[in-house]
């Protein structure tokens, strides 16, 4: 069976957390993803949780939940300019792991470990 292009549309991680209030505190105060929909089965309780995020184009899902995915995941995001966005996490105090570095492979990246151990790289193509 053969697939074409037209198969997938869209992708959408989604990462796992500890704490859901310590997640959305990191992903949506420092990093300015906008939650869309926040699911608690238990309003009373912080978790479980089910967290859908968006960011410009980007789509971001994070889970207590006990079943599915796994600590220590790493989400790769192109952005239009990794030096503005090292600027903004550096001035809300975002722990940078690597700082804005040009990659061999024709990016330039900054790399960032959420409170849970997820790494997330930010990425802009060089230009020639």
């Not at 992708?11 to 704490?19: A, E, G, H």
């Not at 949780?49 to 995001?77: M, R």
Request: charged share 25%.
């Amino acid at each position: 069976m053969e697939y074409g292009h037209e198969m997938f549309r869209l992708s959408v991680p989604i990462l796992k957390t500890q704490d859901s209030r310590r997640a959305e505190e990191f992903y949506c105060h420092q990093l300015g993803f906008e939650a869309v929909n926040i699911y608690r089965p238990d309003p009373e309780k912080s978790d479980p949780c089910y967290l859908t995020l968006k960011q410009g184009e980007a789509n971001l899902h994070v889970s207590s939940f006990p079943i599915g995915g796994a600590f220590g995941s790493l989400v790769y995001f192109y952005v239009e300019d990794v030096d503005a966005l090292h600027e903004k996490l550096t001035a809300k105090e975002v722990p940078i792991k690597m700082p804005p570095t040009d990659q061999t492979w024709g990016v330039r990246e900054i790399h960032v470990v959420d409170p849970d151990g997820n790494g997330l790289t930010f990425g802009q193509p060089l230009e020639d």
